[in-house]
């Protein structure tokens, strides 16, 4: 994970000015994963990148913990102002568990990036308490055009684009489904139908 915490760590300061693109999508999406939560809930979300989430949606519950495995971002969280029950924590999403089992699991933008997909949903899935929630946003490359899919590998050799998987929706949802989950909803926000929003519950 050096290669991709080293990515995030530099364009850390870019990605934290940068606006959001759709905000009527954010803010849907946000009412979306409040309302799947309850006050008593103790939630982990990896890859928390500079604590968006985390600060808007950190105070409905018991205990957020928010993890990252790059610094600056996590440098930047922290000086945000999060609810008293907010934590931010360094940590790779493959090892960031502890403390659990959670009530729910939260990866944003984070399945895509993992080395291994189908690893990190499996131990997501052991983490979990019986019933506990996994809600993912998660970009589907794969199902991009082919002009795209071309350009990434040259965006990355300039160091412009991160280490990714080249997800498709039927990959996701396949890893999703063979982890142990039920798949309780699957949609996309806005105008990007390549981010998929898919909430799952621990069977």
Not at 31 to 40: M, N, P
Not at 147 to 161: A, H
Request: aromatic share 8%; proline share 4%; with cysteine.
């Amino acid at each position: 994970m050096t290669e991709s915490a080293g990515f995030w760590d530099r364009v850390a300061e870019r990605y934290a000015a940068r606006p959001i693109r759709d905000v009527a999508a954010y803010e849907e999406m946000l009412a979306d994963v409040a309302s799947r939560l309850a006050a008593t809930d103790r939630v982990l979300e990896l890859g928390c990148g500079t604590g968006g989430a985390a600060v808007r949606l950190g105070g409905g519950v018991a205990l957020w913990r928010a993890t990252d495995f790059s610094a600056e971002m996590l440098r930047i969280a922290r000086a945000r102002q999060a609810p008293p029950t907010v934590e931010f924590r360094q940590a790779e999403a493959d090892s960031a568990f502890d403390g659990g089992p959670w009530d729910a699991v939260c990866a944003f933008h984070v399945l895509h990036l993992v080395e291994d997909t189908e690893a990190t949903l499996r131990r997501i899935h052991a983490h979990l308490k019986p019933g506990g929630l996994l809600i993912s946003k998660t970009y589907c490359f794969g199902d991009m055009g082919l002009g795209l899919r071309l350009m990434f590998p040259l965006l990355r050799s300039f160091g412009m684009f991160p280490p990714e998987a080249s997800l498709t929706l039927d990959r996701l949802r396949r890893a999703i489904l063979d982890a142990g989950f039920g798949i309780e909803q699957q949609r996309s926000f806005g105008r990007n139908l390549h981010s998929r929003y898919i909430v799952a519950r621990r069977l």
